[in-house]
């Protein structure tokens, strides 16, 4: 699996967000429940400070994300007989 590596830049749209409720604008591609656990492990970060999902955003604050996504696990169906 192939490490994510993004970063983001807090709007005047997102200012006064808490961090958990932003990324998930932020970071589109991914589930807030996802997010959330990158927050806390350290994952999705504030430019050289951890932070915690309830942190309230500010203009410009910057964020990267580096973390390795989970294997997609898919079903897929099986011949019967």
Not at 1 to 30: H, K, N, P, S
């Amino acid at each position: 699996m192939q490490q994510i590596d993004d970063c983001a830049r807090v709007t005047a749209e997102l200012a006064g967000q808490r961090l958990d409720q932003a990324a998930a604008r932020l970071f589109a591609d991914y589930s807030r429940s996802r997010l959330k656990t990158w927050i806390l492990s350290g994952g999705l970060r504030g430019i050289g400070a951890l932070c915690q999902p309830r942190h309230k955003l500010s203009v410009g604050d910057q964020f990267t994300l580096r973390a390795v996504p989970d294997a997609d696990e898919r079903w897929q169906a099986q011949p019967l007989g």
